[in-house]
């Protein structure tokens, strides 16, 4: 049975349209595909990887949300200079697992690792929190802090708050030791909940903690991405991530499967 046009291998190995992206990405980091250079066609980029135009066109398009190539209405796609685009994309994504629960790309292993073991602690929402969650000050929250670092090295600081009435409400999850995200997604499933998923970003400069966390020079900007979770309005979890901000940007990529 032939393959070719498909999009997505259905065996749970990379995508036919991330082969055709990862190919050209290699080429332009090593500097085989230069700065200002033409892509090949898309109709060559078919024939040499044995995939349908649709494929080859989701794939530039996609160099072309991570900002790697540019291109211009009636005219192929071309590579942008290597000071237009930045050195670290962080990809964030919800997939849906087999089981039908959500699986957050930052908090459920995959590139990111733990340096140090989670802390788990309770807390209550300050003005702040309190305004963006549309909740009263004070409202009684579990968090949890996790300081994650991928093989290049770089730091992101996971920090989750959990209303402490959805964790009583939830069978099970106030007796863990630890909460996970993923835990707090099935868990939220099991009970009938359907999550409507918001993300929220800011750059901000960072406290002296945050600066030693993700080891950056306090000087830095740091990009602070809310995640924010609801059922019917009311928050069920809330992940905030910090990460560096110098030469960063985001890609978001929605997923309805796994």
Avoid: C
Avoid at 35 to 43: D, H, I, K, Q, Y
Avoid at 136 to 147: C, L
Avoid at 157 to 174: E, Q
Wanted: no cysteine; net charge positive.
């Amino acid at each position: 049975m032939s393959t070719k046009g498909a999009t997505e291998s259905t065996d749970g190995r990379v995508s036919l349209t991330e082969k055709v992206a990862n190919d050209l990405r290699a080429q332009i980091s090593s500097g085989r595909l230069a700065p200002a250079s033409v892509l090949p066609s898309e109709g060559e980029l078919a024939r040499v990887h044995e995939v349908s135009l649709v494929t080859v066109r989701r794939a530039i398009a996609q160099l072309r949300s991570e900002g790697l190539v540019q291109t211009i209405k009636g005219q192929r796609a071309f590579v942008r200079r290597s000071g237009d685009w930045p050195s670290h994309t962080h990809p964030r994504t919800i997939t849906v697992d087999g089981d039908g629960n959500y699986v957050d790309s930052e908090s459920a292993g995959g590139e990111w690792h733990d340096i140090e073991p989670p802390s788990k602690y309770q807390t209550s929402a300050d003005a702040p929190l309190a305004l963006a969650l549309g909740v009263p000050q004070g409202t009684a929250f579990y968090a949890s802090d996790r300081i994650l670092e991928n093989d290049a090295g770089t730091r992101i600081f996971v920090r989750s708050y959990l209303p402490t009435v959805v964790a009583k409400s939830l069978p099970g999850l106030a007796r863990r030791q630890y909460i996970s995200a993923r835990q707090t997604y099935k868990a939220a499933k099991a009970a009938g909940m359907k999550l409507d998923l918001n993300d929220y970003i800011h750059a901000r400069p960072p406290a002296p903690g945050d600066a030693r966390s993700l080891g950056i020079p306090e000087g830095f900007p740091m990009l602070v991405t809310r995640r924010i979770a609801t059922h019917n309005g009311q928050p069920i979890l809330i992940q905030e991530t910090r990460r560096s901000a110098e030469d960063a940007q985001l890609h978001y990529r929605p997923r309805l499967g796994g």
